[in-house]
């Protein structure tokens, strides 16, 4: 099967674009920092079913990484990664550094309003600036029709759905379903740092989420279903950086039990940090 073109410059990412226009074909972005997985490739099927043309963006983004996180040690696979896409993107763009961020870039995009408020944010301070400066940055470069998200990163997707109607792209975007594992693990490239006893203790997040959701839908006590959920998670010696209800539209706290939930969770497993969510 041929390779993945790629694309390094952005004169050659434009040049490739520009030629699908003319031809009047729809384009589709799928953002991703690498370390594919099966869950990345859905997204990249899912995008082929709204354009013609894919472009799978791979670049590990130096700003949405706190000092003390894991940016140095993030998988990097980027040839496996390229045989991964073959047949299933036109092009990857796989820019340095020094292109998303010249010497003396000094512009960031920040995302106000509920759906970055508590969450992430909370323990990763500066990361949803970075995600929401790279992805107008990627957006500027590519000006896809549609762009795919996947839903196991909850807030980010909400998070790009707000900058994206505040600043007036014209691009879709769609969400992606989260993949998981026979056993429930939602689909990660962080996995691959867990060890064989903790990816086994892992499933537990996914067993904790739904008995969370499933007494929700019972019995409307959505902070006793969430104290139940902590207590599970941290008898199985998980290290709790959140689990909590929020409104799936605006990331809200939950006030208004006939809206639709979002159960969103952050732990800490040994070393690797898993984060979760599904509908209530």
Request: proline fraction near 5%; include cysteine.
């Amino acid at each position: 099967m041929t390779s993945t073109p790629v694309a390094e410059a952005l004169a050659d990412l434009r040049q490739n674009v520009s030629g699908w226009r003319k031809a009047g074909e729809r384009v589709a972005l799928v953002p991703t920092m690498g370390a594919l997985h099966e869950g990345h490739l859905g997204l990249v099927r899912l995008a082929r079913q709204h354009a013609e043309r894919v472009v799978v963006s791979i670049f590990v983004n130096p700003t949405q990484f706190g000092p003390n996180e894991d940016f140095a040690k993030y998988p990097r696979t980027f040839e496996e990664d390229r045989s991964k896409l073959a047949g299933l993107a036109d092009l990857v763009f796989a820019p340095a550094v020094e292109t998303m961020y010249p010497p003396g870039d000094a512009t960031f995009v920040t995302v106000a309003g509920p759906a970055t408020v508590g969450l992430e944010d909370s323990f990763r301070p500066t990361h949803f600036r970075g995600v929401a400066t790279v992805v107008a940055k990627l957006f500027l470069q590519v000006q896809p029709d549609v762009a795919v998200f996947g839903e196991k990163d909850y807030q980010q997707l909400q998070v790009i759905r707000r900058m994206v109607a505040d600043l007036q792209f014209p691009i879709t975007i769609i969400p992606g379903p989260t993949l998981r594992t026979e056993d429930g693990l939602a689909m990660s490239s962080r996995n691959r740092y867990l060890s064989e006893d903790e990816r086994e203790q892992a499933a537990i997040i996914n067993q904790t989420l739904r008995q969370c959701a499933e007494e929700i839908r019972e019995t409307n006590d959505v902070e006793g279903a969430l104290e139940a959920g902590r207590a599970v998670l941290s008898k199985a010696e998980f290290d709790i950086d959140y689990l909590e209800a929020r409104d799936a539209e605006t990331l809200a706290p939950v006030t208004d039990l006939s809206a639709k939930i979002r159960i969103l969770v952050a732990a800490r497993l040994g070393t690797t940090r898993l984060i979760d969510n599904i509908e209530a």
